[in-house]
């Protein structure tokens, strides 16, 4: 039997290996700023703070956060931040009562349901696949 997470997210616990490849794999970027995993309310998760010289102005802050388990369930939300809004999205794999197991909640706020998606097996293909489509947003805010 597998350990719970406790957060209701995944039956399995999380997976720090990974999470620490990603930290490092991300701070090696000029995207980011600062990557840091983080216990905040007994859950371990890789908070990154992307760079603003990446952003327009009107973004005051943007931002990852990752949770990554031993089954190779996921939730890795994205936020962006400015004076007036918010503009967030969520890529994730876990057991849920609302979609499939791999799932998409877009944006601008990320709503539950959200919309039944395909993601490859492999956290590095995640992470790319994640990072391409946040590139695209950034892209757009520029236009």
């Known amino acids: 039997m597998v350990p719970p997470a406790g957060d209701g997210r995944s039956p399995a616990p999380i997976d720090r290996p990974i999470l620490e490849f990603l930290q490092t794999r991300l701070q090696g970027t000029n995207q980011v700023s ?19 010289s990446y952003y327009p102005a009107s973004v005051d802050k943007a931002s990852l956060a990752v949770r990554w388990y031993t089954n190779d369930d996921f939730k890795i939300h994205y936020r962006e931040v400015s ?6 999205c969520r890529w994730d794999r876990h057991p849920n009562p609302h979609n499939s ?4 909640h877009p944006s601008p706020a ?11 097996n492999d956290h590095r293909d995640v992470l ?16």
Not at 101 to 104: A, C, E, I, K, L
């Open 83 to 88: 004076s007036d809004d918010s503009w967030e």
């Open 128 to 143: 790319r696949l994640v990072l391409d489509e946040i590139e695209a947003r950034i892209a757009d805010l520029w236009k």
């Open 110 to 120: 990320a709503p539950t349901p959200g919309k039944d998606a395909s993601w490859p």
């Open 34 to 52: 600062r990557a840091t995993i983080t216990d905040a309310n007994g859950h371990l998760e890789l908070n990154v703070s992307l760079a603003a």
């Open 101 to 104: 197991r791999d799932h998409f």
